[in-house]
């Protein structure tokens, strides 16, 4: 790409600073604010323009992504060790292939000092360089991926010989590993003493030998227990440390660093009692198992001394540390929406970098907030199996192919999950004209709902799950309607907790979106990054999975997977949760398309009259093109309604959608119940795998209105807003911004959820097969005067 972008902010009120990050190939790049619609580049228009004194011309290069994990401890004169001294760790390598790999070491870009690390053949080698010379170790015997070795290396200055030892650690099957199978290496020195350079000591990774002094020849894999010894230790002495790692012992110890203190954070504690603490680099994965681990705990909060290991990838990416372009303060006249920072080449290339503004901490509040689901942009962010397929047609692809950027469906280069995903690096999903197999999808089908907010007249405030997740309740209490994204599927635990408290207060909550409420997510207290553990999983998520007892969440020590198996599902709250994606196609039936939704009984309870106002009885609710997946307000991912996962009894099954005849849903690959492959399965489970819409008064006055359908808001706009779904849901907003309670029903009657299948339409009925339309006509609810546009 000629030009990349991104802030180091996704979301800032009036008064704070902004700073823009950017790599062009142009010397000057043209730098402004927008507003962003859903319309603005699909449509071929533009942004609207927004004064703001970032707009300007600045100086620009290019900037480049070095991405790879490690840890690295600040120079110490401790540390400094010439004349002889031992290292001892374990390791777990899970790419030998990629080459040579740094394991710990202590050198300059010019190779003087020491460092520990694994070749192109997977042995372990040592390099030491003084003023007098250089010299090497290498094992016999190379690793094995994905198995723990022990390794302990010795430099004796005075004697002038290295040692090296490395020994595989027993399995399952080999529970016990004897010293036979240590191999002791021997080697001359060649030099008296190491050169005390002072520069950082690093594991995971070594300095390159240029002038950037950057770290390089990162490790993939497992690194345990690394200890740094202030003499040469004996033969013997190594081999105790690899005996009994966590037995005290009164050898010299200068740091020894265990992985499984403070886990949540990036600090790296040395609890030699020197103090010579480090940091973690890039983000590598903690609360991994360590050598030690036997399956008897799956909590690293239960036996963090199982879990005293930390996984590093040379794909990992937490920052990309790129010098800012410009910086600013966000005006205090601009409105609470999504805007992005525009970045033009003065020549060519172009690239928007979303943000969002929120309300002013003291200053008016609108009566309707949208909460933007920044959690899911970033899972989706850099996605790059989505670009794979496309990446020799789009510069967008093959930049993020290219420089190895990834997201929460990706799997790093040693085929490990992607459990970490940060606004601080390029994020080209989030993009104003970002399309998922030609969709709108994440922030744009967002916009999509902001659009038809504005269209309607509704002034309303954004903020993102960063600050709800930060403030709670306390936050959407402000408002009298909250709205949700469209497809708001990771939330963390004090997200929920938030809207919980917010719909106990008598908030009421317009869930316009599919799949949401769904992934168990935690952000890291004050920064700037999120994280996912998939455990639990099946289908298409268990290439994701987490690695046998790393289910757990390093941030916060919670199990990860789905909030459906930590007994939070969705439908506890908004009173649907996923029951299906997409469609299963047959050869002949043509491509991808949603589905409207059919009327129910429900529909027609006195309770929720006011939502169909000026809808006909007979009208099929999203019967036109959509955006999204082409055709249908129901489409995309899809959730329904459940008592049994705790839809409340007294809610409303307005209408249910599952799809046409010859084009079935899939569903959920994460329900158990329902896993399925083949069409001809498909068919047999259908009535589970449909969208339902819903709704249902709290017992504080409050109500909640429940779309099921990620597609709903592609269809907002269909005809210039003149249909039934905007109809639709312009009832629910209204009726939601008034000042009347809702009335909590005194004997909710049930709506039974078992689907059977109309044998005319292929859609869906919750009740007795008897003609729907019959019914409608003999209800005695008020009707519009005329039949909305579709």
């Not at 769904?518 to 268990?542: F, I, K």
């Amino acid at each position: 790409m000629e030009v990349v972008a991104y802030t180091d902010k996704m979301g800032a009120a009036a008064g704070e600073r902004v700073s823009v990050m950017v790599s062009a190939v142009d010397p000057k790049v043209q730098v402004s604010l927008v507003r962003l619609s859903g319309a603005s580049l699909g449509a071929g228009g533009e942004p609207e323009a927004c004064e703001s004194a970032v707009d300007g011309t600045y100086a620009s290069s290019p900037q480049s992504i070095v991405s790879g994990s490690y840890v690295v401890i600040e120079d110490d004169p401790r540390l400094r060790i010439d004349r002889g001294f031992s290292v001892t760790l374990w390791v777990m390598p899970t790419l030998l292939s990629a080459g040579a790999q740094a394991l710990i070491s202590k050198s300059d870009r010019d190779g003087r000092g020491w460092a520990i690390g694994t070749t192109a053949a997977g042995r372990v080698r040592a390099d030491i360089a003084g003023a007098e010379g250089e010299g090497c170790i290498e094992s016999s015997i190379a690793l094995r991926d994905h198995a723990w070795h022990f390794v302990g290396f010795t430099f004796d200055g005075v004697d002038g010989w290295l040692c090296l030892l490395v020994r595989p650690v027993g399995d399952a099957l080999t529970p016990s590993v004897s010293t036979s199978d240590a191999v002791w290496t021997e080697a001359p020195a060649g030099i008296e003493s190491v050169a005390g350079v002072p520069e950082p000591l690093l594991i995971a990774g070594a300095r390159r030998r240029d002038a950037r002094g950057l770290t390089n020849r990162t490790f993939n894999g497992k690194i345990a227990m690394p200890r740094l010894f202030g003499r040469p230790l004996s033969q013997d002495e190594v081999m105790l440390e690899a005996e009994a790692p966590a037995q005290p012992h009164n050898r010299p110890v200068v740091a020894a660093w265990d992985f499984a203190q403070d886990i949540p954070s990036e600090r790296v504690v040395d609890v030699s009692g020197n103090g010579l603490d480090g940091r973690t680099v890039q983000m590598p994965t903690r609360a991994v198992t360590g050598p030690r681990w036997d399956g008897s705990s799956l909590s690293w909060r239960e036996r963090p001394e199982l879990y005293d290991a930390i996984h590093f990838h040379d794909d990992d990416l937490d920052d990309a540390g790129w010098e800012p372009t410009a910086s600013f303060d966000i005006d205090d006249a601009l409105s609470s929406g999504i805007y992005a920072i525009r970045v033009e080449g003065t020549t060519s290339g172009i690239d928007f970098a979303p943000i969002v503004v929120r309300p002013r901490p003291n200053g008016p509040r609108a009566q309707v907030l949208f909460v933007a689901p920044l959690f899911s942009w970033l899972a989706y962010g850099n996605w790059r199996a989505s670009y794979a397929s496309a990446a020799e047609h789009t510069d967008r692809g093959r930049y993020a192919v290219e420089c190895g950027l990834s997201g929460l469906y990706d799997r790093h280069s040693d085929a490990s999950s992607v459990c970490h995903a940060s606004w601080l690096r390029p994020n080209l999903h989030i993009r104003p004209d970002y399309r998922l197999g030609g969709d709108p999808h994440q922030l744009t089908a967002d916009l999509l709902i902001t659009d038809w907010l504005q269209h309607e007249g509704v002034h309303f405030d954004v903020i993102t799950d960063e600050d709800l997740d930060r403030e709670g309740a306390d936050l959407l209490r402000r408002y009298r309607v909250v709205i949700s994204g469209a497809h708001a599927e990771y939330w963390s635990a004090p997200m929920l907790d938030g809207l919980a408290g917010y719909l106990e207060a008598g908030g009421r909550y317009m869930y316009l979106s599919g799949n949401g409420l769904y992934r168990v997510t935690a952000m890291r207290s004050g920064g700037h990054t999120v994280e996912v553990r998939r455990q639990d999983a099946s289908g298409l998520d268990a290439a994701r999975h987490a690695a046998a007892g790393e289910g757990h969440i390093s941030f916060t020590g919670e199990p990860g997977g789905a909030w459906r198996w930590r007994g939070r599902p969705p439908q506890r709250y908004v009173g649907v949760g996923m029951s299906g994606l997409g469609f299963s196609e047959e050869p002949d039936a043509g491509p991808p398309a949603g589905s409207p939704y059919r009327r129910q009984p429900g529909s027609f309870d006195p309770r929720g009259a006011f939502i169909f106002a000026g809808i006909e009885d007979d009208e099929l609710i999203g019967a036109f093109p959509n955006v999204i997946h082409r055709y249908g307000a129901a489409g995309f991912e899809v959730d329904r309604a459940d008592h049994a996962l705790g839809t409340p009894r007294h809610a409303l099954v307005l209408a249910s959608a599952v799809g046409e005849p010859r084009k079935r849903w899939t569903p959920s690959h994460d329900d158990e119940e329902d896993a399925v492959t083949l069409m001809s399965e498909v068919r047999a489970v259908t009535r589970r795998a449909r969208s339902d819409l819903v709704f249902f008064e709290t017992a504080s006055g409050g109500a909640v209105f429940a779309t099921g359908s990620i597609s709903w808001s592609g269809a907002l706009a269909h005809n210039d807003y003149g249909n039934n779904v905007a109809t639709l849901s312009r009832n629910v907003l209204r009726r939601f911004l008034s000042t009347e309670p809702f009335t909590f029903p005194a004997q909710p009657a049930p709506t039974p959820t078992r689907v059977t299948s109309d044998r005319q339409s292929g859609l869906s009925t919750d009740h007795q097969e008897r003609d729907v339309c019959e019914r409608k006509r003999s209800s005695s609810l008020p009707r519009g005067s005329s039949k909305s546009r579709r």
